[in-house]
């Protein structure tokens, strides 16, 4: 675990502080770091910034555009869309939460040691993932969640499900260079251990592909969070949440109420692109090799 | 057990189990609907009790045909923006073009489609918002004697009917629709087609085109473009699974009467044999689909072929 550790802060950390001088690709990290910390301090802080109770309705005030006393105006039920905006994020950065852990924690494992493994193992896993993976993903969620019920841990499980096969492929196909590499085969005729080949020698050479797997999956697991709430498998309509303020705004768009929409579709719009530039940084910076 | 059912008599319960054949034993039904799967019957709606292969059937042809223009539209669009940014390489427009390709990927296609209803339907009015076509409007399709031949394509059919105005109008109900799921889907093929040029246009056959003093444009899309194409043809097909899912949320977003929004309104019932059914059918369509883009590669590809 130490190695791993080392590894993973030996290349992030410095990393970080050297992103400014790394070209376009260290702004591109730097600007997706920076949405994605201001939206979760934002969802953070939401109990004291946000100007009124987020579930509060009032029927003297119903789809009012923006004003003095409502900055980004009100719903059909009169509830105040700025404070909802803050409030609104949290569940679905749970759900990411979560199932990114999920991913991590059966992806990871399994990619490792079934293509160390080989053979037999190998063929079974490799083929039950390529089959997830060929399915559409949001289809398959939307059977899972609907199936499981509603809760923030169900959804974030049918979302894992769809994406353990990206995890899968990429370490699988890392791990089957790197097992062959001298440096692995001279551990393993020294006589170490596989749990130690595997642990030491080829675990942190994936982290890096790992950690850009695992930041691009917290876009889609975010805009799959916001499918399933679409398609009415959310998981409540008493919390404040940024798909179910879309799915209820559409009732008032053709009145023209554009400002009930707009505001936390941005959000989910923001959220998923900070995530999807680090992504899109990190991967540029780790691969040198890609961008040229 | 939906809520309802609660306060319903128990003989009436026990008759929509031994209608439905949820009263004999687990692996009987499994292999009871693996037969039946194998002869194109995928069992009976929980809602309804109609056979929930025909309701698929009868809602296919306007998810297909959703598909079909949307497809069209994420592959030129893609494609040409990936051309333009490989040739301007590292100017403004193509950081520009990167930076549409990227917004388009982190956009929920719903959020997409309602911002295009609000814009285009409701202040200028000049598409519809939702739905195929007026219900006055649908096309027959070809009349061959007294029959009618119908695709269940409307742009189609009103072409066999002959009828032009139906055609304009089945149009300008699927122009939204097919722009939204179009416009998300179109990123992941101007990204590729953009790497896939940038290698292509360093090549050396392309300088020597270029040396024999051929066009510029002639080069770009004759020569390189027709090299970096077959990724993209690859990646249609693996595209095809995302675009079910995008349809789902699309018809769901424009009441398009497709699978997608079959599902949904299923879903809402917990009807779990339609559910089951749909997703069946749509395993099968994306194999299916994968399958014809293997073959369509190796006749594109004759390197696949030896």
Redesign the interface.
Known sequence: MKRIRQSILGQLVPGLSSLPRRGSAGWITIIGFVIVVTIVLMTLLAPWISPRDPSRTDDRVIAIPPSQGFPLGTNHLGQDVLSRLFWGGSIMLQVAVVSVLLCLAVGVPIGLLSSYAGGIPDKVTSLLMDSIY???????A??IA??LGRGVVNMALSIAVVYIPSYFRVIRSQVLTIKELSYTEAAESMGAKRRTVISSYILPNVVPSIVVVATVNF?DAI?TA??LT????GVSYDIPDWGYD?VN??AL??S?A?WV??FP?LM??LL??GF??IG?GLSELLNPRLEQ | MLHFEKYERPEAIEEMRRNLGLDKPLWVQYFDYLGGLLRGDLGKSMQDYSPVGQQIFSAFPATLELAIYSMIIAVVLGVLLGVRGAKKYNTLEDHSIRSFG??T???????LG??L??MFG??LRWFP?GTRILPTMEPYGLRIGGIYLSTGLYTVDSLLEGDLVKFVQALRYLFLPSLTLGLVLCGIFLRLTRTNMLETLRLDFVTAAKARGLKDNTVTYSYALRNAFLPVLTMMGLQF??L???A??TE??FSWPGLGKY??ER??F?D?TA??G??VF??LL??LV?LAVDILYAFLDPRIRL
């Open positions: 060929a399915f559409p993903g949001l289809v398959l939307i059977a609907a199936t876009a805009l916001a499918g679409f398609v009415g498998l879309l705004g559409r768009l053709p023209g554009w929409i707009t579709g989910i719009v998923a692109l999807t530039l899109e | 990227i917004i990927y982190a956009i929920p296609v719903f959020f309602m911002i209803q609000m409701i202040y918002t699974a995302a079910l899912g995008g789902i949320l769901t977003t599902v949904v879903i809402n917990r779990y559910i089951q749909a997703i749509f395993g994306v194999a994968s």
